[in-house]
């Protein structure tokens, strides 16, 4: 009976504080609403979508109504069975992807150490402002004011190469130079973006060790080596777990914008493959595109997984 009391007072003290949390945070959780129907509309409800991988879909019957093939995994096997268009595709997805995720993921951090060795402020901010503002741009308009500059007749490169005596250079039809031109445009776009994360843990830093390393005589480079890179190493490790399943997942925006008829053999990734099999093409074909999302979501999930154990096992650091 005691026991029973106690119970009914604990439940009834938990009651209230929950209530009067609710009644004060009110407005953030109606402020929670619009991103929680955004992902439910938007990312858990398309998932249902992911049976057409394992069916014949047409679309005059629907996702219920389509039939089962013989055998369910049959758009699995004919991609990967079709060694030509599979690993040339899956070549340059993963060349793009790796060399891309490379540098994308060191330079915000490189230059997020430039801007804490800034001491005057209004250039600090001058650059920083400066360096996010491109974010803000669509990457269409970013892509194609690329495009405008390197221009083969009327370019502002093509141009100072000319005054320079050199022969103008059709960039974006050599094949040669697409991978580049990729690299550029994803670091205008996202470099000054990506060092908010890294600038924010260092401003987290203790002053009294730099102080410290003032008073033993340590220059900037060991300071930097000795006290901010080991001190921000957590985030760095948890933005490389979250970075690493990118080069699989290239900028499908970007690279479509940039492709030609003439760079397609180095700019065909599987993103753009997907694209063109299912949307197109004249012939859609829903179920094996679908299987070739489905067949790169689960590798990415599993890169996820493995560079977690691995910072667990080495650095101790990781998502879960």
Not at 34 to 51: D, E, H, Q, S, T
Not at 54 to 67: C, D, T, Y
Not at 181 to 190: P, T, V
Request: aromatic share 14%; hydrophobic share 50%.
């Amino acid at each position: 009976m005691q026991e029973s009391t106690t119970s009914k007072k604990r439940l009834l003290k938990i009651s209230t504080r929950f209530k009067r949390d609710l009644k004060k945070s009110l407005p953030l959780y109606v402020l929670l609403i619009c991103p929680i129907v955004w992902y439910v509309l938007f990312c858990y409800m398309p998932m249902f979508g992911l049976v057409m991988a394992f069916k014949n879909f047409k679309l005059s019957q629907g996702i219920m109504g389509s039939e089962w093939p013989d055998n369910p995994f049959e758009h699995f096997i004919t991609f990967l069975s079709d060694k030509v268009v599979f690993w040339q595709v899956f070549k340059n997805t993963f060349i793009i992807g790796s060399v891309t995720t490379v540098i994308t993921f060191t330079a915000p951090i490189l230059l997020a150490l430039f801007f804490n060795e800034l001491r005057t402020g209004k250039y600090k901010k001058c650059l920083q402002t400066v360096s996010y503002m491109p974010y803000f741009v669509s990457t269409v308009a970013l892509v194609n004011i690329f495009l405008f500059m390197i221009g083969f007749e009327n370019g502002v490169v093509n141009n100072l190469l000319e005054g320079l005596g050199k022969d103008r250079i059709n960039f974006i039809s050599e094949p040669k130079y697409f991978l580049a031109l990729y690299i550029i445009i994803c670091l205008w776009r996202g470099l000054g973006w990506g060092t908010i994360i890294y600038t924010a843990a260092m401003a987290g830093i203790d002053t009294q060790l730099y102080d410290a390393a003032n008073i033993e005589g340590a220059g900037r480079f060991q300071k930097i080596w000795h006290i901010t890179l080991p001190t921000i190493k957590p985030t760095i490790v948890i933005m490389m777990i979250l970075a690493l399943p990118g080069f699989l997942g290239a900028d499908f925006e970007t690279i479509l914008l940039l492709q030609t008829d003439n760079n397609m053999i180095v700019s065909d990734v599987i993103s753009t493959y997907i694209y063109r099999r299912g949307i197109t093409s004249g012939a859609r074909q829903y179920s094996y595109t679908t299987a070739i999302g489905m067949f790169m979501s689960v590798i990415n999930l599993m890169i996820i997984f493995i560079a977690n154990f691995i910072c667990k096992k080495i650095a101790d650091i990781g998502l879960f």
